[in-house]
């Protein structure tokens, strides 16, 4: 299969002058540094939001008593407002920039969680976590496009990879500092606190981030339109890798604390047990990052795939004490995967596309992640717990031959 032309006119675009567009400058090195800092900061309170879903739906279950497929329900919904609102933010801010629509959207989020704390029922919580997952929408893809346009040459992998990792950095601080709040104070005090966090945030982010970048956001816009559409083929078949390793990573991520619970893990040691996952998701994103740029896609996602299949199936038996251990080594194979898939989206997607590839991207990802744990939930009340997750443990293993697919298309 030979990569489209529109691939490689992508190519040359960035043949020249250190890979930057003939009609893009790239940004001072100062404002480089504080986009990524800013961007990376945005993605870590997002991600964190995102996850701590991991310690409140536990919670939500020991209080309303709800089933698995409930369960998976709330997971589904927080997901589909996350995907449902990525494509409209990305265009949205490609009209009028990034900067107020990813403040406006993360004060969206953090409004979510106040929602949820001050609700005191089951629908208080219901809707708090579908606004929090709406405004999550716009940070993936105005935060990337911002990273991806601040640093428009050779060094937007590095940059790309870095404001990944910032994600994971999230996803271990704020469930564990939530976990440590809920076993002190109510849960619905310790989403406060949260909610108080991402209010200070939303108000931070128009100061912080270069208004210039919303004029570069703007001027892609226009060359995006005179491109044509995100390429399909190559793209097409990167996407179904990704959707599938989405919906496994959220389908275990929602069940795993149950896991945990199920062999007598307690509350604090939840929070702790999911601090080791992401410490290693956020080790993996950054190995796994290196070694794809080393020696190309596809043995990275061969190997972490085959290692997310194992791991989940040794899960099932193992103590809590050696499951315990096991975790960080399962975050490396569920995380570091999605680490190679984003980084190959600029060899597939000409530059002025990849905002909308990024957005199409992130998009699909939250739909195969919300379904994930609602098929799951479903599978679990049905079937239990342990075959949903080996039936999880399948669907890694089937991402393996899509991406041998793909290895003509790559440099």
């Known amino acids: 299969m030979r990569a489209p032309s529109a691939h490689r006119a992508g190519r040359g675009r960035l043949a020249g002058a250190g890979g930057m567009t003939s009609d893009t400058v790239a940004a001072p090195a100062p404002s480089r540094r504080r986009t990524l800092a800013v961007c990376g900061g945005a993605h870590a309170l997002h ?9 409140l739906l536990p919670l939500l279950q020991a209080q309303f008593a709800l089933s698995y497929t409930a369960v998976g329900a709330l ?3 927080y997901a589909f407002g996350m995907a449902g609102g990525q494509i409209p933010a990305g265009l949205v801010a490609e009209r009028v920039g990034g900067r107020f629509v990813l403040a406006l959207g993360t004060a ?3 409004l979510g969680y ?3 704390g001050l609700g005191g029922g089951l629908a208080g919580a219901v809707l708090g976590i579908a606004l929090s997952g709406l405004g999550s929408s716009t940070q993936h893809p105005i935060a990337s496009s911002l990273v991806a346009a601040a640093h428009d040459d050779t060094s937007s992998r590095t940059a790309i990879g870095t404001y ?8 271990v601080v704020i469930p564990a500092s939530f976990a440590l709040l809920a076993s002190l104070v109510p849960w619905q005090s310790g989403l406060l606190a949260v909610a108080g966090l991402g209010l200070a945030a939303a108000l931070m982010l128009p100061v912080l981030i270069p208004p210039a970048l919303d004029r570069t956001l703007i001027r892609k816009r226009d060359a995006a339109a005179a491109s044509g559409a995100v390429p399909t083929g190559p793209f097409r078949l990167l996407l179904a890798i990704g959707m599938t390793d989405s919906m496994v990573r959220a389908g275990f991520l929602t069940f795993l604390p149950f896991l945990l619970a199920s062999k007598g893990a307690s509350l604090s040691l939840l929070g702790l047990a999911l601090s080791l996952l ?3 998701g956020a080790a993996g994103k950054l190995v796994c990052g290196w070694l794809g740029h080393r020696f190309g896609m596809l043995p990275v996602v061969i190997g972490t795939e085959a290692l997310t299949a194992l791991t989940l199936l040794a899960a099932l038996p193992l103590p809590l004490e050696v499951l315990l251990v096991l975790l960080p080594i399962l975050g490396i194979a569920l995380n570091g995967t999605s680490s190679v898939l984003y980084g190959t989206v600029p060899e597939l997607v000409a530059p002025e596309r990849r905002a909308r590839a990024f957005a199409v991207f992130y998009t699909a990802g939250s739909l195969a992640g919300g379904l994930g744990p609602l098929v799951g939930g479903a599978l679990g009340d ?3 717990l342990a075959t949903m997750i080996a039936l999880l443990a399948l ?3 089937a991402t393996i031959p899509l991406a041998v697919r793909l290895r003509p298309s790559l440099g």
């Open 278 to 280: 992401f410490a290693g």
């Open 382 to 384: 049905t079937l239990g």
């Open 114 to 116: 106040l929602v949820a």
């Open 47 to 55: 991600d964190g939001y995102t996850d701590l879903l991991g310690i």
């Open 164 to 171: 990944n990792f910032a994600g994971d950095v999230g996803k």
């Open 75 to 77: 997971r589904t919904i």
């Open 395 to 397: 669907c890694a293993l």
């Open 108 to 110: 969206l989020s953090a």
